[in-house]
């Protein structure tokens, strides 16, 4: 069977990338992958890997298709699997359904699979064609990517800027920098990450809930956490109410500059213990440590010195700048605590990749230079 890639397998794999992206933020720790089973030129199956990880998409789209399998072609965002887990090899999967040709986006780069279920497929005859809108593909498994092959998550920065620069004025909480329109994609943008960060500032400052709170999509609120170096917040702050029933974790560093003790938990509250560095937690190892407890995509949204903190360090693989119209005049706070702006929005480590208006705000969105 011939392996060239034409017009109409782009378009059926762009429309499994689309369907598996939908479901970042549930999966974790496993990767948001979407297949589409065609045959004779019509769609018979269509899946994405379930909240929690499991089923994997290609066994739902299997199951949807059935017999009319046999012959089709696969559509995947990602390598299926070769290994055994909690459920079997999706590779083995495919090849029992009948597959004539696959078509995917990357190899999945986690050791146990990375080449092995396309190898495994090709063995038993069916024609694979890999690395199609390979960057596409890159961009909705930027978190599974991050954490398999740099051990820390996709970090993406949120800034909400008003017209001279500001983040808010002093000595007053929870000010409204942007409109409505731009705090609901915000809330939108929450539904599509594993967890979201900030400081224990923000937390005292602002007493946060930090949920995704849009009609419908309440129980997609990612996994909070909060930077509390010395562990000095006490429990009666929302973020680690328990009526919410969204889980909570705090990042907390060793008193000695090491990471003391291993993860402990009470009730939905958990702490990570991490190794001190300068001026508070050491970024890096804090990363390190979410890698390993399945975040793959991180939200960072505050405040001024964490994110000047995550820009200095390096960390920071994506931001997304919301600017207001509005100045905040008198009293206003720097949105990175004395650090330029233009050390995004000028710096050669970053690209300018789209712009969008919420209303009267503006998005900028930015990734890292490859």
Do not use: Q
């Amino acid at each position: 069977m011939s392996d060239i890639v034409t017009e109409t397998d782009r378009r059926f794999l762009a429309a499994a990338i689309r369907l598996g992206a939908g479901a970042n933020g549930e999966t974790w720790p496993n990767p948001a992958v979407g297949a589409i089973v065609v045959k004779d030129g019509r769609v018979v199956g269509r899946g994405r890997t379930a909240s929690g990880g499991r089923p994997h998409a290609e066994t739902i789209a299997l199951r949807e298709a059935g017999e009319r399998a046999a012959g089709g072609t696969l559509y995947v965002s990602l390598e299926p699997c070769a290994h055994h887990g909690r459920t079997p090899p999706c590779a083995d999967a495919v090849i029992a359904a009948g597959i004539a040709r696959v078509v995917a986006c990357a190899s999945d780069p986690d050791p146990r699979v990375s080449g092995r279920g396309f190898a495994r497929m090709r063995d038993a005859g069916i024609s694979v064609s890999a690395d199609v809108l390979r960057a596409a593909a890159e961009r909705a498994h930027a978190g599974h990517i991050s954490r398999t092959t740099r051990n820390r998550p996709h970090v993406v920065l949120k800034l909400a800027v008003s017209a001279d620069d500001a983040i808010g004025r002093a000595g007053e909480t929870r000010v409204a920098v942007t409109g409505e329109i731009a705090r609901r994609h915000v809330h939108a943008l929450r539904a599509r990450v594993d967890a979201i960060l900030v400081g224990s500032g923000t937390v005292t400052a602002d007493d946060p809930e930090l949920t995704c709170r849009l009609p419908g999509l309440e129980h997609r609120s990612p996994v909070r956490i909060v930077l509390d170096t010395d562990g000095r917040l006490g429990r009666d702050w929302t973020v680690f109410a328990a009526k919410s029933r969204v889980p909570s974790w705090r990042i907390v560093a060793g008193p000695d500059g090491s990471a003391t003790g291993e993860a402990s938990e009470e009730g939905l509250l958990r702490t990570l213990h991490v190794r001190r560095g300068e001026g508070g937690v050491d970024l890096s190892d804090a990363l390190r440590r979410l890698a390993e407890a399945g975040i793959g995509r991180l939200m960072v949204e505050g405040g001024a010195a964490v994110a000047r903190s995550f820009l200095l360090g390096d960390l920071v693989d994506e931001v997304l700048l919301f600017r207001s119209p509005v100045a905040l005049g008198d009293g206003a706070v720097p949105a990175l605590a004395g650090l330029p702006l233009s050390a995004v929005e000028s710096s050669p480590a970053f690209v300018r990749k789209e712009r969008r208006m919420f209303g009267p705000d503006r998005l900028t969105r930015y990734e890292r230079r490859r």
